[in-house]
């Protein structure tokens, strides 16, 4: 059975850094696509990260190239979703999703990709 659980989410100051976990149990890294979501008040979910086959490829939404990084640690089943240089734009719910091995660059950054999610953390930027 799949579970995922974030954690990690606080808030912080435009400018700072945080990093958030998704422990992943039931998981294969090599065998998924492990990916970050987000949803602001009144807007829908969208695509921020994936790791496709444990860092084979890597994705990111256009809007946090430079500052966030997705990456995973086999021994420990976590996700890691490394967020710097924030934004109050950037205050959302983030959520960790997990779903099959194979996708097309443009079938990971959609909802449809993943079969499993997790209840989310909060993430507020203050300006």
């Known amino acids: 059975q799949v579970q995922l659980v974030e954690s990690g989410g606080r808030l912080v100051q435009a400018g700072d850094s945080l990093r958030l976990s998704c422990a992943a149990s039931g998981v294969t890294f090599s065998s998924a696509t492990m990916g970050w979501f987000r949803q602001a008040p009144g807007k829908e979910r969208e695509f921020v990260a994936a790791s496709q086959r444990n860092g084979e490829m890597i994705h990111y939404v256009d809007f946090v190239k430079g500052r966030f990084t997705i990456s995973t640690d086999n021994a420990k089943n976590m996700v890691y979703l490394q967020m710097n240089s924030l934004r109050p734009e950037d205050t959302a719910v983030y959520s960790c999703?997990?779903?099959?091995?194979?996708?097309?660059?443009?079938?990971?950054?959609?909802?449809?990709?993943?079969?499993?999610w997790g209840q989310g953390t909060q993430v507020t930027v203050s300006s």
């Open positions: 999703a997990a779903g099959p091995a194979w996708g097309t660059t443009a079938t990971v950054r959609t909802t449809r990709q993943y079969n499993y």
